[in-house]
């Protein structure tokens, strides 16, 4: 996830910098000059950082799995000892029912 971050912004500098040397230096022309610089470099990770962006996607991807089957997993552990806390309390009910009879 840093790598890609780091790559769009060291895109996003060169872009700046480029616009800067075409000559979009005067105060008045700052904000046009971040707000292109931000538009060109969006466009251009778009297409430039489809490996890192992809790899960042699937890393992402396989914690959210993996997270998803852990919480899956405690709560199938949490279903069969509810169960079985189920059958333990049912046992004792017909087993003091007997002994009442």
């Given at each position: ?27 008045d ?64 009910a ?8």
């Amino acid at each position: 996830m840093l790598k890609y971050s780091i790559l769009r912004l060291g895109l996003f500098a060169a872009c700046l910098g480029l616009l800067w040397l075409v000559g979009l230096r005067s105060p008045d022309q700052q904000i046009l000059l971040v707000a292109l610089a931000a538009l060109i470099s969006m466009g251009l990770s778009f297409f430039l950082l489809r490996g890192p962006r992809d790899e960042v996607s699937a890393r992402i991807t396989e914690k959210l799995e993996k997270r998803i089957d852990r919480k899956q997993g405690a709560a199938a552990g949490d279903a069969d000892h509810d169960a079985a806390d189920e059958d333990a309390e049912a046992q004792a009910a017909e087993a003091a029912e007997e002994q009442t009879r």
